[in-house]
């Protein structure tokens, strides 16, 4: 007998990189080199001061017990002076910061806390398939806002104005965005907090790949004037400090805000490890040497991705921001999964089609620079044989 899941099990199915993680898995084990250019996993690692502040600290046996749901004060005034120097945006430590166990977990949490059955959410038609997985989980119904791709992937706003209802609570924005590598600028953040003003709409946006080869610097919605009344903004150290498998991330807002999710997320968890807070802290202060040395490694990751694409007769814009590479199929490839799966299969290389980040992503494909540029180009040479 087989106890049948709850209705909302049934919402979701497992996720796409899991399923196809395992077929890689599986050409490994068949001693296929599988060059894997798919999942967005920093292959770099954290600073060196932030490896020994972990170290250090769990060496003390203070360290090794339960910890403030918020987070320590060491670690929100850490977050607080990276956002004043990073962004140049005041936050209160005491108040307007929530550490995370990632930002992933973060999506959860403002789901839990604000929609309830029957709400509605604005997603981007393409974007992380967390926003849409998490949303109907929670019972809530998925509305997909349309990005123009002939305007750099900005949203369609006056589009979003016929998607909007009065069950209509949170509307999730993502830039610079994922997969598409659009910037992001401050005209967008101040169309955006317009928008949540003028229909009552928490603006939640995901900012976790604002130092990964931009272009200029980083911008915090946080910034724009009246932001925090509406706006929720979550961010983390996964991709900017090489540090994924860590968990650490967070949420800045108005105290309101943080204070009602922590009413959720305090039911969810007893608290992070003080030793990896402690050593987030410390990854906060890296240099900006520090980040320009890791942008350069991603630079020449990007040419040889370049090369790859160019191989393939894809085109692509070349003013993208993030770790991943965003290109459109020629017209004599049937679709993105038919490619991936030939590239699998009969190159051992593997790369994300589109369509796994919504519809319209069927005629795309998505590379992760989260691999040595040898090895991006061992790829290319590949295509050619």
């Not at 001693?31 to 600073?47: K, W, Y």
Request: include cysteine; charged fraction near 20%.
């Amino acid at each position: 007998m087989i106890i049948p899941v709850a209705h909302r099990a049934g919402q979701t199915q497992e996720y796409y990189f899991s399923v196809k993680l395992a077929e890689v898995r599986k050409l490994l084990a068949a001693g296929h080199d599988v060059i894997n250019m798919g999942i967005g996993n920093p292959d770099m690692m954290p600073s060196d001061n932030t490896i020994q502040t972990l170290f250090q600290s769990a060496q003390q046996a203070s360290a090794h017990g339960y910890q403030p749901y918020k987070g320590t004060p060491g670690l929100r005034t850490a977050i607080a002076r990276y956002y004043d120097h990073t962004y140049q945006v005041s936050l209160d430590p005491e108040t307007e910061i929530l550490p995370l166990m990632g930002s992933k977990e973060g999506i959860t949490h403002l789901s839990l806390t604000f929609l309830n059955e029957g709400d509605e959410v604005l997603v981007p038609e393409l974007g992380y398939p967390a926003y849409r997985a998490v949303s109907k989980m929670i019972g809530a119904t998925v509305n997909e806002y349309p990005l123009l791709e002939t305007q750099g992937w900005q949203p369609d706003w006056e589009a979003m104005e016929g998607l909007v209802s009065d069950r209509t609570k949170i509307i999730w924005l993502n830039y610079p965005h994922m997969p598409t590598g659009a910037p992001a600028t401050r005209k967008l953040f101040e169309k955006a907090v317009r928008f949540a003003h003028d229909h009552r709409i928490l603006l939640c946006h995901d900012n976790p790949y604002s130092l990964i080869l931009n272009k200029k610097p980083p911008i915090s919605l946080l910034a724009i004037d009246g932001a925090r009344e509406v706006a929720i903004e979550l961010n983390s150290l996964s991709k900017s400090h090489n540090m994924a498998g860590w968990r650490v991330g967070w949420m800045a807002a108005a105290k309101p805000y943080v204070d009602a999710v922590l009413s959720i997320k305090s039911n969810v968890d007893s608290g992070m490890f003080k030793p990896v807070m402690d050593a987030a802290a410390e990854a906060l202060t890296n240099s900006d040497r520090w980040h320009r040395e890791r942008n350069a490694v991603y630079e020449g990751r990007l040419e040889a991705a370049m090369a790859f694409l160019d191989a393939l007769d894809c085109t692509y814009a070349d003013d993208q921001e993030g770790m991943f590479f965003w290109a459109k199929l020629p017209e004599s490839v049937p679709s993105a999964d038919a490619l991936v799966d030939d590239l699998l299969y009969n190159k051992h290389i593997f790369i994300a089609p589109g369509f796994i980040f919504g519809p319209k992503g069927n005629r795309y494909i998505r590379l992760s620079l989260c691999m040595p540029k040898e090895r991006i180009l061992e790829a290319v040479q590949r295509i050619s044989k």
